[in-house]
C-alpha cells in the first residue's frame, strides 16, 4: 500500500531498488528512522518495529492504529483550502487530541511545500503552504494501514533504542537523515543529535547487528568515507530524483548508494 504521510526525505522513488535487495527469509522487518515509512508500507511485513524521534509521525501511526474511521472523519472534516492550512498549523498541538493531531499533520504534509516537516525552536510547524492539496488518504487505505500497524510495535525513540530491541533473523533498514546542504532549520527536530554523531552510533549499530545475524540495509547520499566504513559489505549505486535544495529547479538526479550486508 502507499503510505499515509507525505515525507519529503520519503524513498518512494528508491523503492524498485529496494525491493529487489529484499532479503529473502527475514522474520521481522525494523525501520529505526521511519518518517513516512515507505517501505514498510509496500511490503506490508507479518511483524514490525517503527521507530522515529519525531513524535507528531508516530502519534499519527498510533492513532491510525487505534482508530482508523476517526482520522478519516477528521481529515474529512477540514475544508481543502488555503485559509484551513494556515488555521490548523497556527493551533497548538498541545490543545488538540491524538486523533486531532493525527488528522492536522497528515492534511498539513498533503499541503505543505515540498512535503517538508520543520518547526521553528518553539516546536511549531513553520512550512508555507505548497501549490496543492495532494489526496488524503481514504477509509479504505486507513483500514489496511490499522491491520498493518495493528502487527507493528510504534516506538517514539532514538533510533539506538530501537537498534537495542533487534534479534537475529531482522531485516533492519537504516534511512537516516542526510547532511543538511545548506544551513538546517531544524527539518528533523531540535532534539536530534549532530550529524556525525548519529553517523558514527549508526555504523556501530550496523556493524553490530550483522555480527548477530540480522539483515541490515542503509541508504544513504553516496559518500566515499561511508563506503570506507563498510569493507565487505555490497553497494548498489542508483541515481534518484532529489530536491536539492527544496527548488523545483534544483530538483536533479542524485547520486544514491544502498550498502548491505547480504
Ligand atoms: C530520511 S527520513 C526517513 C524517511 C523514510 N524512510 C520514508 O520513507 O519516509 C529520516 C527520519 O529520521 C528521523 N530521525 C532523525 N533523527 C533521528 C534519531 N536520532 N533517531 C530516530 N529517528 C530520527 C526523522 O524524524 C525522519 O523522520
Request: hydrophobic share 35%.
Amino acid at each position: 500500500m502507499k503510505t499515509i504521510l507525505r515525507w519529503s526525505g520519503s524513498k518512494t522513488r528508491l523503492l524498485p531498488d529496494l525491493l529487489k535487495s529484499k532479503p529473502k527469509n527475514y522474520e521481522r522487518y525494523v525501520e529505526p528512522f521511519a518518517g513516512s515509512a515507505s517501505l514498510f508500507f509496500s511490503i506490508e511485513p507479518n511483524e514490525a518495529i517503527l521507530g522515529d524521534l519525531n513524535t507528531c509521525v508516530m502519534e499519527v501511526y498510533q492513532a491510525v492504529r487505534d482508530d482508523p474511521t476517526g482520522v478519516h472523519e477528521t481529515l474529512c472534516s477540514i475544508p481543502k483550502t488555503k485559509d484551513a492550512y494556515y488555521m490548523l498549523r497556527g493551533l497548538s498541538p498541545s490543545d488538540l487530541t491524538r486523533l486531532q493531531r493525527a488528522a492536522r499533520l497528515i492534511f498539513l504534509m498533503k499541503a505543505c511545500f515540498n512535503g517538508v516537516y520543520r518547526t521553528n525552536q518553539l516546536g511549531q510547524f513553520n512550512v508555507p503552504m505548497g501549490d496543492k492539496i495532494y489526496s488524503l488518504p481514504s477509509k479504505e487505505e486507513l483500514l489496511i494501514a490499522q491491520s498493518l500497524l495493528q502487527r507493528t510495535q510504534l516506538y517514539n525513540q532514538d533510533f539506538s533504542k530501537t537498534t537495542a530491541l533487534c534479534k537475529p533473523n531482522d531485516w533492519v533498514y537504516f534511512d537516516p537523515p542526510y547532511k543538511a546542504v545548506k544551513r538546517y532549520r531544524g527539518e528533523y527536530g531540535y532534539e536530534s543529535k549532530s550529524h556525525n554523531v548519529l553517523f558514527d552510533e549508526l555504523v556501530n549499530d550496523a556493524q553490530r547487528l550483522a555480527e548477530i545475524g540480522c539483515y541490515v540495509t542503509i541508504s544513504y547520499a553516496f559518500d566515499e568515507e561511508l563506503i570506507g566504513k563498510f569493507c565487505g559489505w555490497n553497494f548498489l549505486h542508483v541515481n534518484a530524483r532529489r530536491s536539492v535544495s527544496g527548488s523545483m529547479k534544483e530538483r536533479k538526479l542524485a547520486k544514491e548508494l544502498i550498502i548491505q550486508n547480504y
